[in-house]
């Protein structure tokens, strides 16, 4: 189903922004998202044999069952402009949708101070939890998968601890290049799941208390919902 807006009402995040800082002024701190890879909508597939790829979309490019994907650079320049706008309008910082390639993140960050953009980029870090959710996600979204993460999830699809257990050491690689990079401010999407977020807080030696015993508790009662997940029951 196509969304529509109601009558009257806000057709997308920049009237949002513009409502906000007209109606409120600096009452409120406004984040908007950002897409390293383009909006899911702004993705395209590439038809076979028929279309090739520059050199940067071929970067942020992403392949699932044998068809690829990409922001095309013409779409890109209208997503850049577009969040440009957002930040224009007053929003304070930028949160970006979950990737797992660290060199789309820093791309996308110089592309944002080339179109002018100053404000503080947040990544916004999707945990590796389980392989049917890392699967669903990832294709839903269209987010690049490296090769060699896309052959590791696959030798680990069966084995739920050892998976867990990769998806800290993952998350603390793609940490530390990100802190590296200096990224000041790092935001996990959790899920409800704190296993792993809590394992790499560990290892990155950031945790400011110690983790429980009932980790990913209600990790049975999650389910997929569209693009997210919520528990068994709620709507």
Same mark, same amino acid.
């Given at each position: 189903?196509?969304?529509?807006?109601?009558?009257?009402?806000?057709?997308?995040?920049?009237?949002?922004?513009?409502?906000?800082?007209?109606?409120?002024?600096?009452?409120?701190?406004?984040?908007?998202?950002?897409?390293?890879?383009?909006?899911?909508?702004?993705?395209?597939?590439?038809?076979?044999?028929?279309?090739?790829?520059?050199?940067?979309?071929?970067?942020?490019?992403?392949?699932?069952?044998?068809?690829?994907?990409?922001?095309?650079?013409?779409?890109?320049?209208?997503?850049?402009?577009?969040?440009?706008?957002?930040?224009?309008?007053?929003?304070?910082?930028?949160?970006?949708?979950?990737?797992?390639?660290?060199?789309?993140?820093?791309?996308?960050?110089?592309?944002?101070?080339?179109?002018?953009?100053?404000?503080?980029?947040?990544?916004?870090?999707?945990?590796?939890?389980?392989?049917?959710?890392?699967?669903?996600?990832?294709?839903?979204?269209?987010?690049?998968?490296?090769?060699?993460?896309?052959?590791?999830?696959?030798?680990?699809?069966?084995?739920?601890?050892?998976?867990?257990?990769?998806?800290?050491?993952?998350?603390?690689?793609?940490?530390?290049?990100?802190?590296?990079?200096?990224?000041?401010?790092?935001?996990?999407?959790?899920?409800?799941?704190?296993?792993?977020?809590?394992?790499?807080?560990?290892?990155? =030696?950031?945790?400011?208390?110690?983790?429980?015993?009932?980790?990913?508790? =209600?990790?049975?009662?999650?389910?997929?919902?569209?693009?997210?997940?919520?528990?068994?029951? =709620?709507?």
């Amino acid at each position: 189903d196509k969304w529509e807006a109601a009558e009257g009402g806000f057709t997308c995040a920049l009237d949002l922004v513009r409502y906000i800082r007209q109606h409120f002024g600096q009452d409120f701190g406004v984040a908007v998202a950002g897409y390293p890879e383009g909006h899911p909508n702004a993705i395209s597939e590439l038809k076979e044999g028929g279309e090739s790829m520059s050199e940067a979309e071929s970067k942020r490019s992403s392949s699932f069952d044998g068809i690829t994907y990409v922001c095309k650079d013409d779409d890109y320049k209208k997503e850049m402009d577009y969040l440009k706008e957002k930040v224009d309008a007053g929003a304070d910082v930028i949160i970006t949708q979950m990737f797992f390639d660290v060199d789309i993140f820093k791309q996308f960050v110089n592309d944002c101070r080339a179109w002018g953009i100053d404000c503080p980029i947040i990544p916004g870090l999707m945990c590796i939890n389980a392989y049917g959710g890392f699967r669903k996600m990832t294709k839903f979204c269209k987010t690049r998968v490296p090769d060699w993460l896309d052959q590791k999830m696959e030798s680990l699809k069966d084995d739920t601890d050892a998976l867990k257990k990769f998806g800290v050491e993952f998350g603390v690689k793609v940490c530390k290049e990100l802190i590296d990079f200096n990224t000041k401010v790092l935001h996990f999407y959790t899920l409800n799941l704190e296993k792993v977020v809590y394992g790499i807080m560990g290892e990155l =030696d950031m945790l400011q208390e110690e983790a429980g015993d009932n980790l990913d508790a =209600d990790a049975s009662t999650m389910v997929a919902v569209g693009s997210a997940w919520a528990r068994v029951g =709620d709507t």
